[in-house]
C-alpha cells in the first residue's frame, strides 16, 4: 500500500515486529552475533541481508535511510556521516582518476570547495556551468569521461530553482548519471527522481533533522538508471573481485546503492552514527508539518523584505517579480522553502551591523532547522572562493542569508525591522 508523504513521514523505514519497541531503538553496538559461520559468509558475501559491523551498516541507521528513501520514491538510501561526505562518497562511488564531473556552479560553498579543490588531488576534474547556461552550453562540457552531472535544487545561497527538464534531457542524451542535492527543497516540496534524477542527496543536519542536533547525510539510489553495458560505467561493468567478482550491473535492484555501500562505505567508514540516525528519524517525523510553515513564513518575510528601502533585492521564489517563480511554481507547487537571500544597501560593514543588530534571528553556521538564523556567506561558508568565484556562484559581497524558521512571523519581521532600524 502507498501512503503520502507526510504519512510517511511519521510512519516510513521501520515496522516493529509483535512486541518489539514502536521506534526504532538505538543499536549502539560496533558489532553483530551470529551462531554459524555460513551465516556470517553470506553477509560478506552480500548473500544475504543483515548487520555484521555499523562501519558498513545498523539497524537504527538502516530505519533512517529506509524513510528517506521511501520519501523520494528510490530504492535504497545510504546515511552518511554529514551531508558533505555523502556527496564524496557518491563521486567515489562513481569516478576514478581521469574521470570529471559536470557541476552546477551554484552549489553549496563546501561542495564547491570540493570539486574544485580535494577531487582534482584524485585525479577528478569539475567543469563548472551556470545552471541557467542553456542545454548547447552544458552539453559542451561533456566528453567519454564524464560520469555524473551535480546540480541543487534550490541553490544555497542564490536560491536559483533548477530547470530538471532540461538536465533532465541531457544525462538522458549522453547516458550521464544526474544527481541532485535536494537539501533545501526536501522530498515534501520536490522529488528529484520523479524529474529524472538517479541520484538524490541530502545533508540531513538541515530539514530532515530539523532540530540542528545530529549531523548527517543521506545518499538516495533512484533505481532508474541503467548501468548494464554502459560503456561509461566499465567499474560497474567489471567483476569486483573483493567481492568474488560480484557485477553490481547485474543486480536486479539498488546498484549504486550497493556498490557505495559495499566498496566506498566499507573502505571509508564514513557512515551515521546509531545516535544521530535516531535523532533524525524522530526529528524527520514533522518535516512535512515544518515544511509547510517554513514556506509560509518565507513568503511573508520575502515580501516585507523586498519592500523595505533599505534592502537591495531580495531572492526568494515565491515573489511574482522573481526570475524563478515560474520555474518553482512548475517543480514546487507546494512551497519554495524557507531559505532566503538579501542585499543589504552599503557595503559589508552595513551587512555586519544589521545582523549583530538581531535579538530574535541568531547570526550561526547552519540553515534549515526549526529555528531563524542570518549568515554572511561571502566571510565565511564561501570566504575560500575569489570575487570571480563569488559571482560566479551568485554570493555578491552583500549578500545575506535568511533561513526562516518557524517562529511566529510577526515576530521575526519585527526583528528583523528594528536591525534594519540600526543601519
Known sequence: MSYKKDTICVQGGYRPGSGESRIPPIVQSTTFFYDTTQGMA???????????????????????????????????GIGCASGMSAILL????????????????????????????TLPKFGIETRFFDPDASAEEIESLIDDKTKVIFTETIANPSIKVLDFEKIAKI?????????????????ILCRPIEWGANLVIHSSSKYLDGHAAALGGVIVDGGNFNFKGNARYRTFNEPDESYHGLVYADLPSAQFATKCRAQMMRDTGAIMSPQNAFLSWLGS?????????????????????????????????????????????KYMPNGCG??????IKGDVSQAAKFMEALKLVTQETHVADARSCVLHPASTTHRQLSKEELTEAGVPEN???????????????????????KI
Open 42 to 76: 553470506d553477509l560478506f558475501d552480500l548473500k544475504a541481508d543483515g548487520y555484521f559491523y555499523t562501519r558498513l551498516a545498523n539497524p537504527t541507521v538502516a530505519a533512517f535511510e529506509g524513510k528517506v528513501a521511501e520519501l523520494e520514491g528510490g530504492v535504497a
Open 90 to 117: 557518491t563521486m567515489m562511488t562513481i569516478c576514478g582518476s581521469g574521470d570529471n564531473v559536470v557541476s552546477s556552479s551554484a552549489i553549496y560553498g563546501g561542495s564547491f570547495n570540493l570539486f574544485s579543490v
Open 171 to 187: 544525462s538522458k542524451k549522453y547516458g550521464v548519471l544526474f544527481a541532485v542535492d535536494n537539501t533545501l527543497a526536501t522530498p
Open 285 to 329: 517525523d514533522t518535516l512535512a508539518l515544518r515544511m509547510e510553515r517554513h514556506s509560509s513564513n518565507a513568503n511573508k518575510v520575502a515580501a516585507y523584505l523586498a519592500s523595505h528601502p533599505k534592502i537591495d533585492w531580495v531572492l526568494h521564489p515565491s515573489l511574482p517579480e522573481n526570475r524563478y517563480h515560474a520555474l518553482a511554481a
Open 338 to 343: 524557507g531559505m532566503l537571500s538579501f542585499g
Open 399 to 421: 549578500l545575506v542569508r535568511l533561513s526562516v524558521g518557524i517562529e511566529n512571523p510577526d515576530d521575526i519581521i519585527a526583528d528583523l525591522a528594528q536591525a534594519l532600524e
